[in-house]
């Protein structure tokens, strides 16, 4: 099916700008530039340097250890259940919050960004301060052979934390602007409510839904303070490919280490690079983290 | 009865929407639901919709009591002034939408769906665009495809909530002769919501001036705008002369000037009055032709289309009065600014009370 | 008033559904765990708590990740309104790439940010041995963790300045311009201003972010008590001794301050709003 442009019938007005002079121009950029050197290219360049140092059958090693692999294993089991957990909610509270009024929305609002003002750390604490095996609740839940802080569970939920606002925060500022005609234009039709969702909300929220996807899959794969926390650091057991990378530099294997970090490079720079395609293509001009 | 509305009222926190609003409208009518914005016009027809719950009152349409029914269950067809189409759908299936979400039982099958969009896209021009998505249209042609999708599910009225205001005048223009041709043609009762008195003059079978959540008066064309129930009927129906007096005696006080007072208030005797004059209602001459003229001097001259605005400073009044005359009368009788001129009044409307504008 | 409001509101459909999710997410997820920092420091009484988050170690580390984080938002308000500007007006090979590496610090986990920040300003690092002859040290001081938490805020700021440089109307520009304002006057007296409520909260959220961050300082922090020892460090080593009243009290304090924080913005922006509109 072919996809029409959204900007098709208003066609993209060329700004020309009154512009700075050459010279001025040319130290911005070069300073610019110099930045990004220092803090991007430089970082982004030592990774390879060490993760290749030593030739590409150290490297291979590296990655096919098998804590490496249980770590990643470990990590992709995380993001398959966290992103679809808050792709739901994302949606279910965008839902509430633009397609009707109701008293405290802004508050609601307010608590969707919570985990941003949240310390990683503090993160991973909350969750063991209440499921800690130290604790009533968690050791009742011992007491009944479920164990969450020091496993796999934990490590879930703190990333569940974590990542929670960002599809929301996506989808919420879109379905406010696209208002709720076309949805009550399906009510007078006929339509019932999971129709009206599939038939004409889901549409056209899809791209935006997409993009906080990635945004909250690429979170949820580093994140690293809060399920430092709550890992407990078990090799092959509970242990993240950001806390594989953290456990071999403290044990000096830096050449292992920047391996599997170059593994979390890539994925890095191929999120940014389809973000910023999503972004060319749909003219998006805010983001909201 | 086409749509019955009894005692309907709905209030937005402090402030009244409808107050207290009953009317009947006949089956095969088109309505014109006429007020100024926020006079509580479009509420009244969300609430028709099912798209708002009145606080109080009962709907029916066609005899039958809806006042409970959710949107869906309504049947009525709604077309929105952003058109609300659905941006993700095709024309073609924008338009099919509201039968292939019929249930199981009572969907066409898919190639009667097809012909009736089919045709339905024919009565509105539109069958030239079944593939295309709606950004691909311009406004008026978004509005005929939504005017399609409301009637795709035979509905039992239709509702037009300001349907042309987001497009050019042009556009407008034909868009609602197109709309009063095709209602000839399919007759369904129909109601929308202006705020523009040309097109409901132009436009509907009867108009319904609302004006605080209250309707002022209903009427024909014709009705409404020879005979005006109130002062706010007239002034909201196109451009006026207005001058606060007091009627006495039989007359009515002009500034310094007197004229006979209406039949129908030749027998108050003391009260403050306000005249209204259309600017078209006046005539303009170079010589005086009864005593009764006013003499004035032209202030200002104003293009507007095929007539031509006059302001006219006048001895005895307070404020100037704004004339229209022909073009052709323009020219012949060589007006310009600062000329000398008699000023007729032909046809005034007299309220009394203390109506505020 | 209330009944109408539901009645209201019931049109559109699946709100008790959402809405009742959104709650009950919003409540297992988010509010219970979070009010488990106020349940585990009450119990403690005041004179623990205020012991507890005045010991020297814990002050010292509050200062060092208040002012690390406020130095750092504050080199981000320059780099950032750099970046953008360069970004949004000007035209220069890279440019589509450099916008898009912009975001790379909210992609790159912040364990790997930290071991290439450690690695490289180690002193046989490839900018550490650079500047150990200049006597300058930049991993296990204050400094490195500056740099680390640029690095971690730079796309806050970038990213809400990026767009309101966008939208601004060039009329306005050249309006100043034909009045005879110079460049370096239109920037200072028209843009800046307009720029001002973006920049400060990015500048804000990047702050906030800094206070908290972890990931990415450890490595190049060194962690020494008195000296390199962030907040949120100081948290988990008590985490670690399973003093948990303590670092809930610890804890505490740094989530109010960071409300408060971001509450205070969001009141400066409000009021921005208002003055705007008026």
């Known amino acids: 099916m072919p996809q029409p442009e959204i900007s098709q019938s208003h066609p993209p007005v060329v700004k020309k700008r009154i512009s700075d002079p050459l010279s001025v121009q040319v130290l911005l950029v070069g300073l610019t530039y110099l930045f990004f050197i220092g803090f991007i290219f430089l970082p982004l360049g030592l ?18 250890e098998p804590y490496a692999i249980e770590a990643v294993k470990l990590t992709l089991l995380t993001v398959a259940i966290v992103v679809p957990v808050n792709a739901v909610f994302g949606v279910a509270a965008a839902w509430a919050i633009t397609k009707f009024n109701f008293p405290g929305k802004s ?66 500022p879109l379905m406010e602007s696209q208002g709720r005609d076309e949805e009550e234009a399906a009510l007078t039709l006929g339509a019932k409510g999971w129709q009206i969702f599939w038939t004409v909300t889901l ?17 949820s794969i580093g994140e690293f303070g809060a399920v430092s926390v709550v890992s407990g650091h078990i090799r092959g057991q509970t242990n993240t490919v950001p806390l594989h990378v953290e456990i071999l530099y403290s044990e000096y294997n830096f050449t292992a280490s920047f391996a599997v970090a170059s593994l979390l490079v890539f994925l890095a720079l191929l999120t940014v690079v389809v973000k910023s395609t999503m972004e060319k293509h749909f003219q998006k001009n805010s983001f909201h983290h | 009865m086409g749509i019955e509305l009894q005692n309907i ?156 205001s987001a497009l050019d005048a042009k556009v407008r223009q034909e868009l609602r002769r197109w709309l009063r041709k095709l209602h000839d043609e399919i007759h369904v009762t129909s109601i929308f919501v202006t705020h523009d008195q040309e097109e409901a003059l132009e436009l509907a079978d009867k108009i319904v001036v609302i004006n605080k959540g209250r309707i002022e008066q209903q009427g024909t064309p014709q009705e409404v705008y020879d005979h005006p129930a109130n002062a706010f009927v007239y002034n909201f129906l196109g451009n006026v002369n207005v001058f606060h007096g007091r009627i006495h005696n039989g007359k009515v006080s002009l500034g310094a000037h007197q004229l006979d007072a209406p039949d129908d208030l030749k027998n108050v005797e003391e009260k403050p009055s306000q005249t209204f004059v259309r600017p078209h209602e006046i005539g303009i001459s170079r010589i005086r032709s009864n005593d009764k003229d006013l003499e004035g001097t032209i202030r200002e001259v104003r293009l507007q289309g095929g007539q031509i605005g006059l302001n006219i400073e006048c001895q005895g009044l307070d404020n100037p009065i704004e004339a229209e005359v022909p073009r052709e009368l323009f020219v012949n009788l060589q007006l310009a600014k600062g000329v000398q001129v008699f000023v007729t009044i032909n046809r005034v409307r007299v309220f009394t009370g203390d109506y505020e504008i | ?28 997820i988010v509010i219970v765990p979070v009010s488990m920092i106020f349940f585990n420091t009450f119990p403690m009484g005041w004179e623990p708590f205020v012991n507890a988050v005045t010991a020297p170690r814990v002050i010292a580390s509050y200062k060092l990740s208040f002012s690390t984080a406020f130095f750092a938002a504050l080199f981000d308000a320059f780099a950032g309104l750099l970046t953008a500007w360069v970004l949004v007006r000007y035209r220069f090979p890279g440019k589509q790439f450099l916008d898009a590496l912009v975001d790379l610090p909210f992609a790159l986990p912040t364990a790997v940010a930290g071991i290439c920040f450690a690695t490289l300003y180690s002193p046989i690092g490839w900018l550490g041995q650079l500047l150990a002859p200049l006597n300058l040290h930049i991993i296990n001081t204050p400094t490195g963790i500056i740099i680390a938490l640029i690095f971690i ?28 304002a110079t460049r370096w006057q239109t920037f200072t007296k028209i843009l800046l201003p307009h720029l001002f409520p973006a920049l400060l909260t990015g500048v804000t959220l990047a702050f906030a972010r800094g206070i908290g961050e972890y990931g990415s300082v450890i490595f190049i922090a060194g962690n020494l008590p008195m000296k390199t020892e962030i907040a949120p460090l100081m948290i988990m080593s008590k985490l670690d001794q399973f003093d948990y009243a303590g670092a809930s009290a610890v804890a505490l304090v740094l989530l109010l301050i960071s409300f408060t924080m971001l509450l205070l913005l969001n009141a400066v922006q409000e009021w921005q709003q208002k003055e705007y509109r008026s």
């Open chain 1, 47 to 64: 990774v390879f340097s060490q993760a290749f140092g030593k030739g590409w059958s150290v490297y291979l090693e590296a990655i096919r």
């Open chain 1, 107 to 172: 508050t609601l609002k307010s608590l969707l960004d919570l985990p941003f003002a949240v310390s990683p750390v503090i993160a991973g604490l909350i969750f063991v301060l209440l499921v800690g095996s130290r604790t009533p609740f968690g050791s009742w839940l011992g007491e009944h052979g479920i164990k969450i802080i020091f496993s796999t569970p934990g490590i879930i939920i703190a990333t569940i934390f974590v990542t929670f606002p960002f599809i929301a925060r996506e989808l919420i």
């Open chain 1, 203 to 219: 549409p056209n929220i899809r791209w935006g839904l997409l993009y906080g996807t990635i945004l909250c899959g690429a979170r």
């Open chain 2, 9 to 164: 009222n709905k209030q937005f926190g402090e402030y009244k929407a409808i107050d207290n609003l009953s009317l009947n409208i006949a089956s095969g009518e088109l309505i014109a639901l006429l007020g100024p914005s926020g006079c509580g016009k479009t509420t009244l027809l969300r609430i028709i919709a099912g798209l708002e719950l009145a606080d109080s009152g009962k709907i029916l349409l066609e005899n039958k009591d809806t006042t409970n029914l959710p949107p869906r269950k309504k049947n009525v067809g709604f077309v929105f002034q952003h058109y609300a189409l659905f941006r993700r759908l095709t024309v073609f299936e924008n338009v099919a939408f509201g039968l292939k979400v019929l249930p199981f039982r009572e969907r066409p099958s898919r190639s009667e769906i097809r012909d009736r969009v089919a045709h339905l896209l024919k009565l509105v021009q539109m069958d030239w665009a079944l593939t295309r998505y709606p950004s691909q249209l311009s406004g008026g042609q978004r509005q005929r495809v939504a005017l399609a999708r409301a009637l795709a599910v035979n509905p039992r009225v239709l509702l037009l909530d300001e349907p042309f």
């Open chain 3, 1 to 28: 008033m209330a009944l109408f409001q539901i009645k209201r509101r019931n049109i559109l459909p699946g709100f008790g559904l959402s809405m009742g999710y959104t709650v009950f997410y919003l409540s297992a």
């Open chain 3, 153 to 180: 805020g730079f796309p806050f700021v970038v990213r809400t300045i990026q767009p309101v440089l966008e939208e601004m109307e060039q009329e306005i520009e050249e309006a100043a311009h034909c009045l005879g």
